[in-house]
């Protein structure tokens, strides 16, 4: 008798948790977007408290990898237009709900107790510069958008040598912050992670306006909760704290 009550309290234990957590979706996020989604995720569980975020964070292109290859994501949002047509080409979003929600600024940053005068990108060749960290073009945003701006004014070659590749902006960030390298490419949002670590010695005016899109992916199993997060992201809310971490309208 007493083992069947167990059996009965433990079914309804059970009950009572997949009520309270009714669905779980993943979240696919450009590695910039980290402080401002961590945040938002929080904000979307309390106001729907059956539903859990679960969040990944890497580079736009690296993410596009993971869902191509059949990862479970539901909500994918990159730093850059080129991978989400590539994603949108390649049938792994929902067209109709893609959207660009927030945009950002490219930077060159360098130490804080840093010395070095920086006028231009021209300056990048000076031959005290020895190591500039940057988001890997093949598969960073910020990387690539670095790229396209030296090429423009045909510099992408003669600084070559003084690259250090990394495998996304956060990472690029890191290098600054530790001094291991002497200046690198961010978006202007991911300086505010490391404010007391590294400064801004020039914005970098990019060939085309740096917008993020998001969209629900094609074979999400949670479409409603994939759609709220998204309005959510998109609401007065999701708006104040993608601007309380830097990112622009």
Not at 179 to 194: A, I, K, Y
Request: with cysteine; aromatic share 8%.
């Amino acid at each position: 008798m007493r083992m069947h009550k167990n059996i009965v309290l433990g079914l309804v234990l059970l009950l009572w948790q997949t009520s309270i957590c009714a669905a779980e979706i993943t979240v696919a996020a450009a590695s910039s977007l980290t402080d401002a989604f961590k945040v938002i995720a929080q904000d979307f569980e309390k106001k729907y408290p059956k539903t859990k975020v679960n969040l990944t964070f890497a580079s736009s292109g690296i993410l596009l990898q993971q869902l191509r290859h059949g990862a479970p994501i539901d909500v994918f949002a990159t730093a850059d237009q080129q991978t989400m047509n590539e994603a949108q080409a390649l049938s792994l979003i929902q067209n109709q709900t893609r959207v660009n929600f927030t945009s950002n600024q490219l930077v060159l940053i360098a130490p804080k107790n840093s010395t070095l005068k920086i006028q231009n990108l021209i300056d990048l060749n000076q031959a005290s510069i020895k190591r500039i960290a940057i988001g890997n073009p093949a598969y960073t945003p910020a990387g690539r958008y670095a790229q396209a701006v030296l090429e423009k004014q045909n510099l992408w070659n003669p600084v070559q040598s003084k690259l250090i590749k990394t495998q996304n902006v956060r990472h690029a960030l890191d290098y600054v912050a530790r001094s291991e390298t002497q200046l690198g490419f961010v978006f202007s949002s991911d300086v505010l992670n490391q404010a007391n670590k590294v400064k801004v010695v020039m914005n970098v005016p990019t060939l085309e306006p740096i917008q993020y899109p998001i969209a629900i992916t094609k074979n999400t199993t949670n479409k409603l909760e994939a759609d709220q997060f998204l309005k959510y992201v998109q609401s007065g809310a999701g708006k104040q704290v993608l601007q309380r971490y830097g990112f622009k309208p």
